[in-house]
């Protein structure tokens, strides 16, 4: 073999992939965090060309703008809770490869609920049961939004993707309209704070922490998702139908009923979320209640791989990029999309890591005498003898 | 045959992450020859062919094409030498005609239709291919549509063809002709490789053979100086029974009657025409037919899972002695009746598990709604797996480990597992060895035999026919949605004759008569010149 010559007008190729087959968990945390490492490097560089600041400032300018005082913190902890209300919320649906991405227009529908029942309840009963009232009818919002396309799917089979987009569409447009109807003072085009002096419907505050109830009620929710997905009897449905419809049908599992049920739940979860905005935090209702977050939730949710306890941080993160570069805005006078790009290229690093996650790459190895004899390397000779003589005992 | 071969391999090496898909493999295919490559399942036969056809490119190892080193970075480069692989999955526009899909993707020249027909019907006459030029490809069979991917490497001028697992959708009549066509390539002075792993079709049709075990190179041996015997155990490297056991069916009882079931398709065509049998208690009845004729419609009517026009399907309770109508229930209100049927249906991991679930949260899709409460019980399908793990020596990291990572044996023991493992009384299987190897095929043979033995009723859809005649009791020939026989394996001693007749049963066109009981033994009584057993059949019925 020795006397082989290689030919002279074709060259290996520099490096070529390989796939992966198993990486460590350890290993994956790592590559994910470097690459968030990674995209807040390329945040500073970036700053530092359109700002002028040194790399160090941008980075305490972050964490200054979101940590720096009391309320940054409560602030920015509201934000991811809101933010990781609405994945949890999306995050059944999608298990069930059912494509909701209306979050939105159902979160909206349950804020304009929630307005309209403190605007119009809020001095005829009593403050719990109002608050009370609120709650079950924004769900119920939510949960009827969601379900009219769920119903569509499950038995007309439409594309639920474009249907839940378009609801959205039509919850923007009821909500302007009641928000013109309703507008202090007239035709001003805003309601206004509702009952800021009675502060009916207002969500109560624990201790002087106004915002201490809302995160409790979504760390409840995030362990509930969690149970509900991974150990009950109905997230186990869920993730067949997600996987295949025809092994549900196999194994006599009623496929419309449970998109039906999944979309009543994530619309409800919606609604939720609408109750927690505007009585929580709010205390009113704009065409932009929710402010795109239920297209974020979307991103949050595929990143953490639907598993509701990895998207408390990726909530977090994304919570904090936004918050913290728009103090960078807010200091330099800069346009409010340098908020997003930031946002958008630490995502770009945290999505494109997966590449490293799933392949490896290989360089063309230096032409020695010794390689001319190629043999796989020592250390994949251990595993491979071990896979051959488990093979044997299978056999025999 | 010349001095130098038309394509060498030396030491090529492949592998995926920690697995070595090849390793170290040397092989050399001349001119004018016919060259089978053998191996078990997962023994990197296709991926070494990937290689060769530029589809992977090699960690280490040199190609020589007629003794000068080449590399093969592309599909192209591949091209280039001349080198044609015709894969196990078509690669075709249904709505072109044969010639539109041979000439598509050529760059060369002016487009002339009528230019490259002529061309297309020469290299069909040359070799003996059948093909119309001008049909459409929803309008071909298998059979056909594969003419068509070998044409198309045959018109760009390849010499060295490659063929994966050409067989596994033929006929056996297809299967003469293809290889009748094969060996007319090779007198004109091609290369031409065939992986296969039916050991009959590699002595009859190779002049050499290369068997690869667990991705490494055992050894090439001419073919006439060899004999099943002896490539089964360089494939496997340890002495095989390549003998099926059929034991005599005891206390037959009818346990699954159907009759004159009729069933269409999503596009309204009838897929099920007038079907009726009988099912007995402690045997095993094989179904064979075309791909496609109704076998997997049939199985899914009778386990809920198809809409049906018309028919009934009873199903004899040994339990209790009463008879359940199934016809058009659900798969869990069949369960609820209380009948144990069972089903292994084609598409495994598309069906019958969840590729992306492990073990334990597969063998729940049977019984997660055991127990009362909102929450699922994973300990008894943990012991469960483990016990199946154990029993049927599957291979798998852990319990929880995603069964799409399995190899297709494993999944199959993961599946057969399942099935047999809540005792059916009716158990039904399609092609449940396709795609394994020899030692996972004879560990379901040996299920399936178990459960015959004791008194299930077992349903065997095989496209295999020595399997079929081995292993069967009696075997229910469906020929495009209708029964065009029933046949008794044990009747004739000559297995070939045997063959042969099913072979034609399987294309015979049967009538199509309004389901009444009065035709459909009228029917029966036309096929019982060519099977006997039919008649015997009948009376049993009544």
């Known amino acids: 073999m020795s006397e082989v010559k290689k030919p002279k007008n074709v060259r290996e190729?520099?490096?070529?992939?390989?796939?992966?087959?198993?990486?460590?968990?350890?290993?994956?945390?790592?590559?994910?965090?470097?690459?968030?490492?990674?995209?807040?490097?390329?945040?500073?560089?970036?700053?530092f060309l359109i700002v002028g600041w040194t790399p160090l400032d941008i980075l305490q300018t972050l964490i200054d703008g979101t940590f720096g005082t009391s309320n940054r913190r409560w602030d920015l902890m509201e934000k991811t809770a809101i933010l990781l209300c609405i994945s949890l919320a999306v995050t059944p649906a999608f298990r069930m490869r059912f494509w909701n991405i209306g979050a939105e227009g159902q979160t909206l529908v349950a804020c304009l609920v929630s307005g309209a029942c403190m605007l119009k309840i809020g001095d005829k009963v009593p403050n719990p049961?109002?608050?009370?009232?609120?709650?079950?009818?924004?769900?119920?919002?939510?949960?009827?939004?969601?379900?009219?396309?769920?119903?569509?799917?499950?038995?007309?089979?439409?594309?639920?993707?474009?249907?839940?987009?378009?609801?959205?569409?039509?919850?923007?447009?009821?909500?302007?309209?009641?928000?013109?109807?309703?507008?202090?003072?007239?035709?001003s085009g805003h309601v206004g704070i509702i009952n800021s002096t009675t502060k009916a419907g207002w969500l109560v505050s624990i201790g002087d922490k106004p915002y201490l109830l809302t995160i409790l009620i979504v760390a409840v929710m995030t362990v509930i998702s969690y149970i509900y997905l991974n150990h009950c009897k109905h997230g186990y449905e869920i993730s067949v139908v997600g996987e295949s419809e025809k092994t549900a049908r196999y194994i006599g599992i009623n496929v419309k009923k449970v998109i039906l049920r999944t979309m009543i739940i994530s619309g409800a979860i919606c609604g939720l979320t609408g109750f927690l905005i505007v009585s929580g935090a709010d205390h009113t209702f704009i065409k932009d209640s929710v402010g795109g977050l239920g297209f974020t939730a979307i991103m949050v949710s595929w990143l953490a791989k639907f598993n509701p306890l990895a998207m408390t941080f990726f909530a977090f993160l994304i919570a904090f990029l936004g918050k913290g570069s728009n103090e960078i805005t807010t200091l330099t006078g800069l346009d409010s999309s340098f908020a997003n790009i930031v946002t958008g290229l630490v995502i770009f690093c945290v999505i494109g890591c997966e590449f490293f996650i799933n392949?490896?790459?290989?360089?063309?190895?230096?032409?020695?005498?010794?390689?001319?004899?190629?043999?796989?390397?020592?250390?994949?000779?251990?595993?491979?003898?071990?896979?051959?003589?488990?093979?044997?005992?299978?056999?025999? | 045959m010349s001095a130098v071969p038309a394509i060498e391999l030396k030491g090529i090496t492949k592998t995926f992450g920690d697995?070595?898909?090849?390793?170290?493999?040397?092989?050399?295919?001349?001119?004018?020859?016919?060259?089978?490559?053998?191996?078990?399942?997962?023994?990197?036969?296709?991926?070494?062919?990937?290689?060769?056809?530029?589809?992977?490119?090699?960690?280490?190892?040199?190609?020589?094409?007629?003794?000068?080193?080449v590399l093969i970075r592309s599909p192209k480069d591949a091209f280039q030498y001349k080198i044609g692989m015709i894969h196990q999955h078509f690669k075709l526009i249904d709505v072109f005609t044969a010639t539109e899909n041979i000439v598509l993707g050529l760059t060369d020249g002016r487009y002339d239709l009528a230019a490259y027909e002529k061309r297309v019907q020469e290299i069909c006459d040359r070799y003996g291919f059948n093909l119309d030029p001008k049909k459409k490809i929803y309008d071909m069979s298998v059979s056909e549509k594969q003419t068509v991917e070998i044409i198309k490497v045959l018109f760009r001028g390849a010499d060295i063809l490659i063929l994966d697992e050409p067989t596994a959708v033929l006929t056996p009549q297809e299967t003469d002709r293809l290889f009748d066509v094969l060996r007319h390539m090779r007198d004109d002075g091609k290369a031409i490789i065939i992986i296969t792993h039916k050991l009959h079709e590699v002595l009859s049709l190779s002049d050499r053979v290369?068997?690869?075990?667990?991705?490494?190179?055992?050894?090439?041996?001419?073919?006439?100086?060899?004999?099943?015997?002896?490539?089964?155990?360089?494939?496997?490297?340890?002495?095989?029974?390549?003998?099926?056991?059929?034991?005599?069916?005891?206390?037959?009882?009818?346990?699954?009657?159907?009759?004159?079931?009729?069933?269409?398709?999503?596009?309204?065509?009838?897929?099920?025409?007038?079907?009726?049998?009988?099912?007995?208690?402690?045997?095993?009845?094989?179904?064979?037919?075309?791909?496609?004729?109704?076998?997997?419609?049939?199985?899914?009517?009778i386990a809920g899972l198809q809409q049906l026009e018309s028919g009934e399907i009873s199903y004899m309770n040994p339990a209790s002695g009463e008879t359940e109508d199934l016809r058009n229930k659900s798969p869990r209100r069949i369960r609820e009746l209380g009948v144990r049927l069972s089903f292994v249906p084609e598409d495994r991991l598309g069906m019958g598990l969840v590729g992306n679930m492990g073990i334990i949260d597969n063998m729940m899709l049977r019984s997660y709604e055991t127990g009362r409460g909102f929450f699922l019980n994973r300990t008894a399908p943990a012991s469960l797996a483990?016990?199946?793990?154990?029993?049927?020596?599957?291979?798998?990291?852990?319990?929880?480990?995603?069964?799409?990572?399995?190899?297709?044996?494993?999944?199959?023991?993961?599946?057969?597992?399942?099935?047999?493992?809540?005792?059916?009384?009716?158990?039904?299987?399609?092609?449940?060895?396709r795609g394994l190897d020899i030692n996972s095929s004879f560990t379901i043979y040996r299920l399936l035999n178990e459960q015959k033995e004791k008194g299930v009723s077992v349903i065997f859809v095989g496209e295999d026919l020595d399997v079929l005649i081995e292993l069967c009791d009696r075997i229910l020939v469906l020929s495009s949605g209708s029964i065009s026989g029933i046949v008794d394996p044990r009747s004739t001693a000559d297995e070939k004759s045997l063959k042969e007749q099913i072979g034609l049963l399987m294309t015979k066109k049967v009538e199509d008569a309004p389901a009444t009981a009065a035709n459909v033994k009228a029917a029966e009584a036309a096929e019982a010149v060519e099977a006997p057993e039919t008649g015997k059949e009948e009376t049993e019925r009544e």
């Not at chain 2, 092989?27 to 078990?40: C, K, M, N, Q, T």
Request: aromatic residues 6%; glycine residues 8%; charged residues 20%.
């Open chain 2, 19 to 69: 697995v070595i898909a090849n390793q170290d493999i040397d092989l050399s295919v001349y001119r004018g020859e016919i060259l089978s490559i053998l191996g078990e399942n997962g023994s990197g036969k296709t991926t070494l062919m990937n290689m060769i056809s530029g589809i992977y490119y090699p960690d280490s190892g040199h190609i020589f094409i007629d003794g000068e080193e």
């Open chain 1, 13 to 47: 190729p520099l490096f070529h992939l390989a796939k992966r087959d198993n990486l460590s968990g350890k290993k994956a945390l790592l590559i994910r965090l470097s690459a968030i490492a990674v995209g807040i490097l390329i945040t500073c560089i970036f700053g």
């Open chain 1, 129 to 187: 049961l109002l608050l009370l009232i609120m709650l079950v009818a924004s769900v119920a919002a939510g949960a009827l939004w969601a379900l009219i396309p769920a119903i569509f799917k499950a038995f007309w089979n439409t594309n639920e993707t474009l249907f839940t987009l378009m609801m959205n569409y039509v919850a923007a447009q009821i909500t302007s309209y009641y928000v013109y109807i309703w507008s202090v003072p007239k035709g």
């Open chain 1, 359 to 396: 392949y490896t790459i290989r360089f063309r190895k230096k032409e020695t005498p010794a390689a001319e004899k190629p043999v796989a390397p020592a250390k994949t000779d251990e595993p491979e003898a071990e896979t051959e003589t488990t093979e044997k005992e299978a056999q025999s």
């Open chain 2, 386 to 433: 483990d016990q199946i793990i154990s029993d049927l020596q599957v291979v798998t990291p852990d319990a929880k480990t995603p069964v799409r990572r399995l190899s297709g044996g494993n999944v199959q023991k993961v599946l057969v597992g399942r099935e047999i493992a809540s005792a059916p009384t009716v158990l039904m299987v399609a092609y449940p060895v």
């Open chain 2, 210 to 301: 290369s068997v690869l075990c667990k991705g490494r190179y055992v050894g090439t041996v001419v073919t006439k100086e060899t004999d099943e015997m002896k490539l089964t155990e360089m494939m496997v490297g340890a002495k095989v029974d390549l003998n099926i056991h059929r034991s005599d069916p005891v206390n037959p009882t009818p346990r699954l009657i159907v009759n004159g079931l009729n069933c269409k398709n999503e596009d309204g065509i009838p897929v099920l025409k007038n079907i009726s049998f009988t099912a007995m208690s402690g045997e095993i009845l094989g179904i064979a037919g075309i791909a496609g004729s109704g076998q997997r419609e049939l199985l899914e009517s």
